[in-house]
């Protein structure tokens, strides 16, 4: 099974984002405590994890130690885990950040890459993640606002060095439901990782999938791990529960409607 199919593997396209933020976590409950719960209550829905690095490292070493203890655990049940690190630097750095990544202390099954400094800059994550099977993520088309105005030029000169690396996916928006379809014509046997569903205003998820309802992971963060904000903590961990059942049910529809 290679790093793609590991993903497609769980009869779901949802990947849960794993942002935490201290404030909205219950009282008396730790940031490992919460974590560990939100993966217990929604691993049957979840077709990966995607830590986004920045919160873990705001918390200094601690955080960094959850992160590695949290991506080990979570591999283990038998689900991927993709870190949201959008590394990139040159040359031996580049090969440092592949090696803690891949095969490191945050062994994880792909990782974002960003690939504005060129695609020399890359060659050393795509090496390690062919080396381990392993994924890349290319920063394609992200979601936020300003994403044409440097992202329209180099799209070109990506689409074609992801197509032809069996090792590299995208990450493609949701806000921007045309850019989708263009991308995933021009791209049709990549993996997608598409944030901006739910908290970031995408709904229109059909064009980021394939013509069989495949290719795509569509990622939740906020709107699954603050699901039932001001409640109990049992009331949040089945808010949680629910919220996962219903983003993947949305999901689910858009990957059928085709």
């Known amino acids: 099974m290679n790093w793609k199919e590991r ?10 984002g794993l942002d935490p933020v201290e404030s909205r976590i219950p009282d008396g409950v730790s940031v490992a405590e919460f974590l560990d719960a939100v993966v217990e209550v929604t691993a049957e829905q979840a077709a990966c ?17 959850l992160l ?7 591999r283990e ?15 031996s750095t580049a090969t440092a950040y592949a090696e803690a990544y891949f095969g490191g ?11 504005s400094l060129g695609l020399d800059t890359v ?12 994924g890349v993520f290319l920063l394609l088309r992200t979601s936020n606002p300003g994403a044409a105005q440097f992202q329209d030029a180099s799209e070109p000169i990506l689409v074609e060095a992801i197509r032809a690396e069996p ?3 995208a990450v493609v928006g949701a806000t921007d439901a045309g850019a989708g379809a263009r991308l995933r014509a021009a791209l049709p046997d990549t993996l997608f990782l598409v944030p901006g569903f739910g908290a970031q205003g995408g709904t229109d998820l059909r064009p980021f999938f394939d013509a069989r309802g495949r290719g795509a992971l569509v ?3 906020r709107g699954i791990l603050y699901a039932g904000e001001g409640g109990t903590w049992t009331e949040r961990k089945d808010a949680i529960r629910e919220a996962a059942k219903v983003a993947r049910g949305t999901i689910e529809k858009a990957r059928r409607d085709g």
Not at 7 to 16: G, T, Y
Not at 85 to 91: L, N, V
Not at 105 to 115: H, R, S
């Open 77 to 91: 049940r038998g689900i991927p885990v993709l870190i949201d690190a959008k590394r990139g630097d040159i040359a």
């Open 49 to 65: 994890y995607k830590p986004n690095i920045a919160f873990f490292e705001r918390l200094g070493l601690a955080g960094l130690t």
């Open 123 to 134: 060659e050393p994550f795509r090496d390690a993640a062919r080396a381990r099977g392993r």
């Open 105 to 115: 202390p945050f062994d994880c099954d792909a990782l974002t890459v960003n690939p």
């Open 167 to 169: 090792a590299y996916g």
């Open 219 to 221: 990622n939740s963060s």
């Open 68 to 74: 590695a203890g949290l991506v080990k655990s979570i």
């Open 7 to 16: 993903f497609e593997s769980r009869d779901s396209a949802l990947c849960v």
